[in-house]
């Protein structure tokens, strides 16, 4: 594999490693594709291999050592197919995934493991599988992908690293996060080549994995880039610092280097503005995929046209569906506002966006049937940030609350709930909402958050900050012609005596 510290050639005994697979962790750039590209060239005459290669980095291996490149869009049909006379014919290959949604990586991995692990008994020979960027195949948690691609890419990746030895399978793993890696298939790997590791997250996992105590897994912290520390039957017996070798072949793509600019050109804007007359018909490559319409666009779009009936009727041909049974418009007002207070009953409904409880929103008034334009956003907010002032039915037939909504819309959208908040309190004479009880309003845990919006309402005219002599606050709105009765800005224990965070 390289050199040991005092020079001595690294080894790694590979009829052991088929028995005993091999897990390579480092952060990004620590050099683990070039330790496996190392291990690749090495072995190649030796052991037939199979490269399952994210971001087709190991294609050059083609040239120099005759692996045959597969392109992995094809269908998963074509790539069991491929896999399976891979086996059968023993050849050596690299399948890039380059260039293919992660979901499809995902998907095309999986076809190709399946296909090899399900070779006929006769033809397994033992094969070298190595899956570079593991954690993407066989992540530990979900992710943005869906549920049923991660699972056949996991349940592949299992398959090989658990029961692929009695076929002839030989799992070599690369991870840069050991964390994000799912724990059985790290945990059925028996060798190790720990390089350069900085999150505690991942130091604790391989210190687990290795049978080290966290202190001694410090050194991992330190190595430098192609500098790894070797443990396992096909290695050594105890953690070594061995230094990769070299490498014949080149990746695809290397590390950055910095290259001094061209002198920039009199006519720069010229050349840069006068488009190239191909440019026109062109078609525009589409890198990502188009963007999703928003949640809320089609929800919005849904209420619209609630149907009546079945779903049965096919839309397009009936535009205007018959809309949903009317009900009053107080009917309507009801509804509206009971689901609006079913989902701020949620006590974590304080630290969501208002625009997942929008959503939440207008799901649930379809759901219930409430006709009509949906509500939109600002009336939404709006009415989330009277509710949360917990004012009273009396109180909101007074002069004062309708003077306090007109000042409210003095200031943000997203300042209106701690506002209305305060000026409740100030017409109904109850204590000073503590700091605790204005962050939460603000969807925040942070006090001091807290009172930088009450400096910021000071700022504006809005109220006046003062406090008594035991300590206690009052917040006085001149414009209201009240003032809270003194509360204790510290107090913890209201609004059903939550805890306050720890990040306090
Ligand atoms: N032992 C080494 N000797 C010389 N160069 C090395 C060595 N190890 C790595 N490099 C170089 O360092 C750069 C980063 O290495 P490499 O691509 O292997 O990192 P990596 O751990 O795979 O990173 P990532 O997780 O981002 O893929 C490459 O340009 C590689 O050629
Ligand atoms: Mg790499």
Known sequence: MGTLAGGDPAKLDIEELLATRLLVQGNSGSGKSHLLRRLLEQSAKWVQQVIIDPEGDFVTLADKYGHVVIDADRTEAELAGIADRIRRHRVSCVLTLEGLEIEQQMRAAAAFLNGMFDADREFWFPVLVVVDEAQMFAPSMGGDVSEDARRMSLGAMTNLMCRGRK????????TQRLAKLAKNVAAEASNFLMGRTFLDIDM????????MDRRQAEMFRNLKRGNFVALGPALS?????IVIGNVETSARSSSPKLMPLPDAPQDVEDL??????EEFT?????????????TTDILAELSRAAPAGGEDQPSAATPSRPAAPEISAEEREERLAAVLDEILADPQAAYRTDSVLYQEFLVRARMRRVGGPPMAMGEFRRR?????????????ASEGWATALSLSAQVSDD???VFLLLAKAALTREVCPSDQRIAKAYGTHSARRARRLLGYF???GLMVVHTDFSGKRIVAFPDLQAETAPGDPNATDEAGGEVPSAAE
């Open 384 to 396: 989330v940030a009277i509710s949360r002032s917990g004012v009273d039915e009396e109180t909101v």
């Open 272 to 277: 840069i503005f006068t488009p190239d007359p």
């Open 204 to 211: 604790a996992r391989a210190a687990d994995l290795l049978g």
């Open 167 to 174: 076929r002839g399978l030989a799992g070599v793993i690369a």
């Open 415 to 417: 300042l209106q709930g």
């Open 237 to 241: 017996r105890r953690p070594l610092p």
């Open 458 to 460: 000071e700022e504006q």
């Open 282 to 294: 062109r078609p525009i490559v589409r890198r990502a995929p188009p963007a999703p319409r928003p």
